[in-house]
């Protein structure tokens, strides 16, 4: 994998060379891991580390601190190394553990850089500067940098020009525990009725990068870490979508709430959110029962014909 292709002056870019190497060679040690058989183990109910997890993201922390020695690293596995830093990394270095602890070919590297200023409170985001996400199995590098755009393969890209969430294919993710104190199934089922189709693939990071290369017009989920959506964020906004909470409010790096799209629809999925979140326009799920009983009525039904 070239880094940047001629398209790409690398004088162009500050940061996304050096940490696209980096994830490269950390999506290299992935695939490595993947194709060898790792084992797994909980880190709470359903919550699972792999072997991969922790050794990858120890050469990316090292490798960020060699190139980028004043720059923070926050990781998913638990590094926190210089966190009162200008500029903070945001690392998840196996983005889609579930799917890769089952052998599914779907997980990614994600590292987004954040700057921050003195007058910043704890709880406060800084901006989003930089982007990498790295998918070893596709051999696919998303990259960013605010205000240059956002490239994959050394192939600029740009959202979707859908206009309408009937024509949209969008994508959702769900809680790896507690899964019973989320409501995410009842807005799974809403939008797979008003929309041409919901996907739910195991790697919130690499369906922001969807977005932004228009593979997909939306995402959307509940309780991100900033680990997995820094990058994510700024792709999509650098490849001209828009990111926000459910009711437009601005997008947190921590948070509770993600909708990310290609802009253009939007608004519909705002006023969608508030209708679900109101209890207005829902289709009821059926039963097992009234089920049962609709596929009993309709074999009768056809032994009259």
């Given at each position: 994998m070239s880094v940047l292709t001629p398209q790409q002056n690398q004088a162009?870019?500050?940061?996304?060379?050096?940490?696209?190497?980096?994830?490269?060679?950390?999506?290299?040690q992935l695939r490595d891991f993947f194709l060898a058989g790792v084992e797994?183990?909980?880190?709470?109910?359903?919550?699972?580390?792999?072997?991969?997890?922790?050794?990858?993201e120890a050469y990316v922390r090292a490798s960020l601190a060699e190139r980028f020695p004043q720059h923070g690293v926050y990781g998913e596995e638990g590094t926190r190394d210089r966190m009162d830093a200008d500029f903070r990394w945001y690392v998840d270095p196996l983005d889609g553990t579930t799917n890769f602890a089952h052998g599914f070919p779907h997980f990614c590297v994600s590292l987004g850089l954040e700057r921050r200023t003195d007058e910043l409170t704890s709880d406060e985001d800084g901006q989003l500067v930089a982007a990498v996400i790295y998918d070893p199995m596709r051999d696919e590098l998303f990259l960013a940098e605010r205000g240059k755009g956002a490239w994959l393969n050394g192939r600029r890209i740009a959202v979707s020009p859908a206009k309408h969430l009937a024509e949209s294919l969008?994508?959702?993710?769900?809680?790896?525990?507690?899964?019973h104190a989320n409501?995410?199934?009842?807005?799974?089922?809403e939008f797979t009725l008003r929309?041409?189709?919901v996907r739910r693939a195991g790697s919130a990071a690499?369906?922001?990068?969807?977005?932004?290369?228009?593979?997909?017009?939306?995402?959307?989920?509940?309780h991100l870490n900033p680990w997995d959506t820094a990058a994510g964020f700024l792709l999509v906004e650098e490849a001209g979508g828009r990111v926000s909470t459910f009711d437009g409010s601005p997008r947190e790096l921590n948070s509770r709430?993600?909708?990310?799209?290609?802009?253009?629809?939007?608004?519909e999925l705002l006023e969608t959110f508030e209708a679900l979140f109101a209890g207005r326009n829902l289709d009821p799920i059926p039963t097992p029962a009234e089920y049962a009983g609709r596929r009993k009525a309709a074999a009768g039904a056809n032994r009259t014909i």
């Open positions: 162009d870019f500050t940061w996304v060379p050096d940490a696209a190497k980096i994830a490269v060679e950390a999506g290299r797994t183990e909980y880190k709470g109910e359903v919550d699972l580390v792999t072997v991969a997890d922790r050794t990858v969008i994508a959702t993710g769900f809680p790896s525990r507690k899964r409501p995410n199934i009842h807005f799974y089922h929309s041409h189709g690499l369906d922001l990068a969807y977005v932004a290369c228009g593979r997909l017009e939306a995402f959307w989920e509940f709430e993600v909708l990310a799209s290609n802009g253009r629809i939007h608004d």
